[in-house]
């Protein structure tokens, strides 16, 4: 059973980066794709992109000039950073595991991120 | 961009049956998802590729999709499925993941 924990600053200013990471508890971790989804009160559920264990990316093309993810196969880590945030970008933001049909199998516990001035 | 439309909220009496629809443009030439989420929580994937089930999930919950209709079923209702139900797919020609808007089952 894989479990996924993730950490990173809640509080930003307009303008501010986003930085989360996320940890990755059993499993294999090359055999799946690590996802970013974030979930606002304007836009509901909304999927940020995925990282694959090889570097290779897909980012969501609404956010995809301002999104970046990294992986850390030694730590077993991946981790989003999200530029020139807005208060548009508030909401809470999670990682998932997706399996081959981009179906999230599991989700990390939630970091609520709220942009303000 | 590709659309899945659910309905706000659907309602259901305990013991009963609750259908909850997604509906897309050709969705039954896609793999749909589906996930619970109750308040406060992460969402929890209860169907996917249209009608299977994770480990843990009952078999009162089920999927079905053809055309342009996804349904997630709930045969006897119990207090605990209340939640917020979304759809989700993978839109190849934007190559993006595409969630519904969400149903409050109550």
């Known amino acids: 059973q894989v479990q996924l924990q993730q950490w990173g600053a809640g509080l930003l200013k307009p303008s501010e980066t986003l930085s989360l990471t996320c940890a990755v508890y059993g499993g294999t971790f090359s055999d799946h794709y690590w996802n970013w989804v974030r979930q606002t009160p304007g836009k509901g559920l909304e999927w940020i992109g995925e990282i694959r264990h090889t570097g290779a990316t897909k980012y969501a093309p609404a956010l995809k000039r301002r999104v970046v993810m990294s992986i850390d196969l030694f730590m077993k880590q991946f981790s989003l950073r999200l530029t020139s945030v807005t208060a548009a970008d508030s909401g809470v933001y999670y990682c998932a595991l997706g399996e081959t049909h981009y179906q999230l199998e599991s989700w990390g516990q939630g970091t609520l991120v709220s942009v303000t001035s | 961009s590709y659309i899945l439309t659910q309905p706000p909220s659907v309602s259901v009496a305990p013991g009963q049956t609750a259908k909850i629809p997604c509906r897309g443009a050709?969705?039954?030439?896609?793999?749909v998802h589906w996930y619970q989420q109750r308040p406060g929580q992460a969402p929890l994937l209860v169907v996917y590729n249209d009608r299977q089930r994770p480990s843990g999930i009952p078999d009162r919950i089920s999927g079905s999709s053809s055309q342009n209709l996804a349904t997630l079923t709930v045969i006897r209702a119990e207090d605990g499925d209340g939640a917020d139900y979304y759809c989700?797919?993978?839109?190849?020609?934007?190559?993006?993941?595409?969630f519904g808007g969400g149903t409050s089952l109550t």
């Open positions: 989700q797919v993978w839109d190849s020609d934007s190559e993006n993941v595409i």
């Open positions: 050709n969705i039954g030439f896609k793999s």
